[in-house]
């Protein structure tokens, strides 16, 4: 197993209350007890309301918070019912997830994303950049056009590249257990960095995860691709023993 280092990040969209702090907790204690065992980043992304009250209850922190998504107005504004990137770094938000498919199917825009990517940044929080091809497009043999656009268009030269992770998630894996060949998958992730590469002008690989109905029983054949820097992980993250037991598997 290579020691570099790789990030889980959990994605636990509309799920979860105060009572849910006994799954970061064990996660949380998990990580602290493996700290040397393994080089890795957790990082669990929760509903906007539950990040302050879990960064204030975690005493000791192994594990970083972030948010699903910020608006893309950086300052406050007539926007009900919003959350912009700054309010989300004052209640303890590290990280943000953007561009996810689902919300990208609600109306999203590259144009949109990257003014939520340009606002994250400008207050210090670390961007999970999604990209993806839906199911159609896969079959049409557009996957790797598809990427790239999204990456060009959301991704301009004088961002940070040290604070976005590009996280790769084909919309028809996610939830429905249909996983990508490997091989494919392994082609798309060198493609994927190759462009990040060419748009940054850079000889430093990104990081890349990939998503889409990873579990404990499948996470090893990922292990086997080492190109792939982590994982953005579903519904096995809203349990603690699911989500510690791919860690477990992974680092068999």
């Given at each position: 197993m290579t020691n570099k280092l790789k990030y889980f990040i959990g994605n636990w969209k509309m799920f979860g209350d105060f009572n849910s702090l006994k799954i970061?907790?064990?996660?949380?204690?998990?990580s602290y007890i493996h700290r040397k065992a393994c080089r890795k980043k957790i990082v669990i992304?929760?509903?906007?309301?539950?990040?302050?009250?879990?960064?204030?209850?975690?005493?000791?922190?192994?594990?970083?918070?972030?948010?699903?998504?910020?608006h893309h107005n950086d300052g406050d504004g007539a926007f009900t019912g919003g959350t912009n990137a700054s309010m989300l770094k004052k209640?303890?938000?590290?990280?943000?997830?953007?561009?996810?498919?689902?919300?990208?199917?609600?109306?999203?825009?590259?144009?949109?994303?990257?003014?939520?990517?340009?606002?994250?940044?400008?207050?210090?929080?670390?961007?999970?950049?999604?990209?993806g091809e839906t199911?159609?497009?896969?079959?049409?043999?557009?996957?790797?056009?598809?990427?790239?656009?999204q990456i060009k268009d959301s991704l301009p030269k004088k961002y940070d590249i040290n604070k976005i992770i590009i996280a790769y998630e084909p919309v028809w894996s996610i939830g429905t257990n249909k996983l990508p060949k490997m091989n494919d998958l392994k082609k798309t992730i060198q493609f994927i960095k190759k462009e990040y590469k060419k748009i940054f002008r850079t000889k430093i690989d990104p990081k890349v995860l990939?998503?889409?109905?990873?579990?404990?029983?499948?996470?090893?054949?990922?292990?086997?691709?080492?190109?792939?820097?982590?994982?953005?992980?579903?519904?096995?993250?809203?349990?603690s023993k699911k989500f510690i037991d791919i860690l477990k598997n992974y680092y068999k």
């Open positions: 970061i907790s064990k996660i949380n204690n998990f992304c929760v509903p906007n309301l539950l990040i302050h009250y879990f960064n204030n209850k975690l005493k000791s922190k192994h594990i970083s918070l972030g948010a699903q998504n910020c209640a303890g938000s590290e990280y943000v997830i953007l561009g996810h498919s689902e919300n990208r199917s609600a109306g999203e825009t590259n144009s949109i994303i990257k003014k939520k990517i340009f606002s994250a940044l400008n207050n210090n929080l670390n961007v999970i950049f999604c990209i199911l159609k497009e896969k079959k049409k043999k557009r996957t790797f056009y598809v990427l790239k656009k990939y998503g889409g109905s990873v579990n404990n029983k499948n996470i090893h054949l990922f292990s086997m691709i080492y190109q792939i820097d982590g994982f953005l992980i579903g519904g096995a993250s809203r349990s």
